[in-house]
C-alpha cells in the first residue's frame, strides 16, 4: 500500500504524536497504515452512502426520501449515518460536491474543452448527453433543474450550490464561444452570454420533456433545431 505524506502543518488540526504519525528523516509525516486503512474504509463507505443517496433523491425527490429510507436501502443504522454527515442537508451537501458536480464535469464540461471547431463541439456534447439520457431507463430529467425546481423558495444554501455548478457551465460555454470568435469560427457580432444562456435553459428543457415524451424523436427534433440555431453563428467566410 502506498503512504500518504502530510507535512508537518497538520499538526495544527490532527495531533502529532506515535500513535498517529510515523516521523520520516525528511520532516514529513505519515500517517500510520491502520489508520490509512480506517480512512479508507470510512471514505468507501462515505461514498456507498452517497450513491444511494443520490439514486433515492433523484428518482423520489428530496422531500420525499427520508434518512430512514436511505438507512433501510444501505441496511446501515442511524448512528452510522449520522457518524459520517450531520444532517440531511449536509449529507445532501456532500452529494453535489462529490457526486454531481462530477456528472455535469464529465458529461457537460469536460467535452466541450480543447481547440476544436466550438460549435461542433457543443452539438456533440449535448447529442451525446441526450442520448445517454434516452438509454437510461431510470431517467427522470437533468438532476440539477431537477433539484433546483425542488429547492426554489426551500433552502436557499443548497440552491446556491446547485446555482454555482450551472454558472461554471456557463462560465465554460462563454469561454469556448469566444475563442471560437478568435479562431474565426464564431462571428464576432455574436453575443457569447446569451447564446450560452439559451444553450444551457433549451438542454434543461428538453431533458425535462424527455422524461415522459418519446427520448429518440425529442432528441433528434432538439439536436435538428440546435444545429440550425449554432450554424446561424458561423463566422460568415467560414459559411
Not at 39 to 52: D, G, I, P, S
Not at 93 to 110: D, P
Request: glycine share 4%; aromatic share 10%.
Amino acid at each position: 500500500m502506498s503512504i500518504i505524506c502530510i507535512r508537518t502543518s497538520v499538526c495544527t488540526i490532527l495531533p502529532c504524536n506515535s500513535e498517529v504519525f510515523n516521523n520520516r528523516p525528511d520532516g514529513l509525516l505519515t500517517l500510520k497504515p491502520n489508520l490509512m486503512d480506517k480512512n479508507l474504509k470510512r471514505m468507501a463507505t462515505m461514498h456507498r452512502m452517497q450513491v444511494t443517496g443520490m439514486e433515492l433523491f433523484y428518482e423520489q425527490g428530496y422531500y420525499n426520501t427520508s434518512v430512514d429510507d436511505i438507512l433501510k436501502s444501505l441496511e446501515l443504522s442511524k448512528g452510522a449515518f449520522y457518524y459520517h454527515f450531520q444532517s440531511k442537508e449536509d449529507f445532501f451537501i456532500s452529494i453535489i460536491q462529490n457526486l454531481i458536480v462530477q456528472k455535469v464535469y464529465a458529461t457537460l464540461i469536460e467535452p466541450i474543452e480543447g481547440n476544436n471547431n466550438p460549435l461542433t463541439v457543443i452539438e456533440n456534447c449535448l447529442d451525446n448527453a441526450l442520448q445517454t439520457a434516452e438509454n437510461n431507463e431510470m431517467d427522470y430529467g437533468f438532476v440539477i433543474h431537477n433539484f433546483l425546481t425542488e429547492f426554489n423558495g426551500r433552502n436557499e444554501t443548497i440552491s446556491r450550490y446547485l446555482r454555482d455548478i450551472l454558472k461554471i457551465w456557463e462560465v465554460n460555454l462563454i469561454t469556448l464561444l469566444q475563442k471560437g470568435k478568435t479562431d474565426g469560427y464564431v462571428n464576432r457580432h455574436v453575443n457569447s452570454e446569451a447564446a450560452a444562456s439559451f444553450i444551457i435553459s433549451s438542454y434543461m428543457g428538453i431533458r425535462t420533456l424527455m422524461v415522459e415524451g418519446n427520448p429518440r424523436i425529442l432528441r433528434y427534433n432538439y439536436i435538428t433545431q440546435l444545429r440550425t440555431y449554432l450554424n446561424s453563428m458561423v463566422q460568415k467566410e467560414l459559411a
